[in-house]
T-cell receptor, first 112, second 112 residues
Framework: DAGITQSPRHKVTETGTPVTLRCHQT?????MYWYRQDPGHGLRLIHY???????DKGEVSDGYSVSRSKTEDFLLTLESATSSQTSVYFC???????????FGPGTRLLVL | GENVEQHPSTLSVQEGDSAVIKCTYS??????FPWYKQELGKRPQLIID?????GEKKDQRIAVTLNKTAKHFSLHITETQPEDSAVYFC???????????FGAGTRLFVKA
């Protein structure tokens, strides 16, 4: 599983509160991604990183921000959580070939 | 924008039958086409992939075909077994591109 962990694995929060999800990898992979998975939508890219402090937006980035201060950690922040952000969040990495994606175990987030 | 369409969204087969899942991509520059399998409650994992310089690839009971002209690629599972029951995602990416575009997924049920 490419040594990728996510924390927390489950979280329940209230609308309007900030939430930070963490992705940690031990593979020294350069590229890291955050996806959300919702029924009927597959995996949609939120943000990605192509190096330390190098990040860019994906297709569903509104309401999310990211930071990457170290190669091994990629943080996803919901500044003010909304019910539409209830989802399962997956972190992924790719190695030098930028091809195969290795996924973390996922974080199930419920915003009440 | 870039898009990958996947059909069907749900597929039910009898054990021992074959299953076929089809995808169409929009970006003609795409040259890498992976397939991921996601079991219930688990992370997506790569099961097979194909590059644009190859028309077909097999790995035991699974095979993938690619038609670059039509921008179609398909996953074929023969002699299906109950443990093949899962959600399958197709995806497309291109060399030097940071993003992988995923299809919406196909939920495969294999009835014993």
């Amino acid at each position: 599983d490419a040594g990728i962990t996510q924390s927390p694995r489950h979280k329940v929060t209230e609308t309007g509160t900030p939430v930070t999800l963490r992705c940690h990898q031990t593979e020294n992979h350069r590229y890291m991604y955050w996806y959300r998975q919702d029924p009927g939508h597959g995996l949609r890219l939120i943000h990605y990183s192509y190096g330390v402090k190098d990040t860019d937006k994906g297709e569903v980035s509104d309401g999310y921000s990211v930071s990457r201060s170290k190669t091994e950690d990629f943080l996803l922040t919901l500044e003010s959580a909304t019910s539409s952000q209830t989802s399962v969040y997956f972190c992924a990495t790719t190695g030098g070939d930028q091809e195969t994606q290795y996924f973390g175990p996922g974080t199930r987030l419920l915003v009440l | 924008g870039e898009n990958v369409e996947q059909h069907p969204s749900t597929l039910s087969v009898q054990e021992g039958d074959s299953a076929v899942i089809k995808c169409t991509y929009s970006d003609s520059a795409s040259n890498y086409f992976p397939w991921y399998k996601q079991e219930l409650g688990k992370r997506p994992q790569l099961i097979i992939d194909i590059r644009s310089n190859v028309g077909e690839k097999k790995d035991q009971r699974i095979a993938v075909t690619l038609n670059k002209t039509a921008k179609h690629f398909s996953l074929h599972i023969t002699e299906t077994q109950p443990e093949d029951s899962a959600v399958y995602f197709c995806a497309a990416s291109k060399t030097g591109g940071f993003k992988t575009i995923f299809g919406a997924g196909t939920r495969l049920f294999v009835k014993a």
